[in-house]
């Protein structure tokens, strides 16, 4: 059993009136295998949705279940756990590191889940290669390093409590290109290499096409599509999900408009550049 979603509602106390973020929510994440889009436009309920995978915030309605664990919880129940077993990468996570060393703060979710100092060690170290950063930056402060390794310590952080499943809020914002290809490839390497289950909410629809498998669209707190990515995009009712087409398929709609080229979805520009050069040589 991986999350559970149970007719989900969340509302926001206002000073007059509660704001409700979502509503109704029913899906199901399996614990390995899946590699999710959580898509939306601003205000959809994206964060808020996420934020419940590991208990940083409890349903006003219904239930969520995440490994077997009810939430809301009983009485004096210990939730904490659960933020070990899904692990969350907020945006800009780079924010929060504060350790005088990059080793320390790798190690310190660890510790604080009760890892013992070696151990702790041991598990930093792993999760530091998984994301590149090389040994002789263990003793750097993590203040001293380039912004895209900061990203990368602070994803450490993350893994090396070994979640089983990892969340994603919008990993890639404020990176640049190659930064973001680099960042991607570490997450996919994890989510092939592992089976390990990845949740990543995203404005970016290239990511999603590269990456995603399925894909859930929420529109105004509410689920309005839970799917595979293939059927998303070509949705009779895609415009109506406020969201953008990736662009390798708006070239390809380009292509078929302008010079009759045959339209056949590729997700991703390496997959597109074989078309066009097995077309071209056609």
Known sequence: MGIQFKDVSYAYRGY?????????????IKPKGEFIAVVGHTG?????LV?????????SKGNVVIF???LPPKKNEKINY???KVGLVFQFPEYQLFEETILKDIMFGPKNFKST???AIEKAKRAASVVGIDETLY???????SGGQMRRVAVAGILAMEPEILVLDEPTRGLDPKGRKDLMAIFEEIHEKEDKTIVMITHDMDLVAAYAKRVIVLDNGR????GPKEKLFEHPQFEAFHLDLPTPLKILKHLEKEVGLTYKPHYDYHSLLSYLKEVHHE
Request: hydrophobic letters at 35%; aromatic letters at 6%; proline letters at 4%.
């Open 82 to 84: 659960l933020r070990q």
């Open 139 to 145: 003793e750097q402060s993590p203040f001293r390093i």
């Open 68 to 70: 077997g664990q009810n």
């Open 51 to 59: 934020q419940h995978m590991n208990a940083l915030l409890l349903p």
């Open 44 to 48: 959809s309920g994206k964060s808020t």
């Open 223 to 226: 689920l309005v599509f839970d």
């Open 16 to 28: 007059k009136v509660n704001y409700d973020a979502i509503g109704h929510i029913t899906l199901d």
């Open 117 to 119: 100092e070696a151990e």
